[in-house]
């Protein structure tokens, strides 16, 4: 919003807001002010929502598989792996976890862990560092559980394997997983909390 921004509908929105108007002059300060709070909140809201909208028209949506989902100690950021297609890992961050935004977003994750779904990826410069970025999330939409290539599943269970080739290839053999073809997620699910060492 710039400064000839009319913002009698945020001044509406906010009078409703606050209910009617009192009769009582001492009423009608104090339900005044309320109105200027209420709406001079909408009217930040409004730039958020902008801005958020701005990031999300300039992102690249990709598809991808949720892999896992972790706070890096040294920013308190959330760290989102994710597995694409290529089977390449690609690693992204959220906003840090003491923002309520971060927070939302680690969340909204942590859900969606085992999952395919389209990442909006936006770089963001890095601070003290000159021509860096650092690649964050705007946005995750669930694209469900569905099946892995056959070698993304692979590079899945390497990761979750702690990039240990043989017990990845071991765990994969034990679970009887075909050599070739897709694998679902619910057939790979079980083989990865097992190298993860989690309660089955």
């Not at 309320?34 to 958020?48: K, S």
């Not at 692979?154 to 071991?170: F, S, T």
């Amino acid at each position: 919003m710039d400064a000839v921004t009319d913002y009698t509908a945020l001044v509406a929105a906010a009078a409703h807001a606050a209910g009617p108007a009192p009769t009582s002059p001492s009423g009608e300060a104090d339900w005044l002010s309320r109105v200027q709070h209420l709406a001079t909140e909408l009217a930040f809201t409004a730039r958020q929502v902008e801005q958020a909208v701005q990031i999300l028209d300039a992102s690249r949506p990709f598809a991808a598989f949720l892999e896992r989902v972790e706070i890096e100690e040294s920013s308190r950021r959330g760290l989102l792996t994710l597995r694409p297609d290529s089977g390449v890992a690609e690693t992204i961050r959220t906003e840090q976890d003491t923002t309520l935004s971060g927070r939302a977003m680690i969340e909204r994750a942590r859900e969606l862990e085992g999952r395919w779904v389209l990442v909006y990826r936006y770089n963001q410069p890095k601070s003290g560092g000159k021509f860096e970025n650092v690649r964050m999330v705007a946005r995750l939409l669930d694209l469900g559980e569905g099946t892995l290539a056959n070698q993304v599943a692979r590079q899945v269970l390497i990761g979750d394997a702690g990039g240990d080739e043989q017990r990845a290839a071991a765990a994969w053999k034990e679970a009887g997983l075909p050599l070739s073809g897709s694998i679902p997620v619910a057939d790979l699910e079980p083989v990865r909390r097992k190298l993860r060492g989690e309660q089955l």
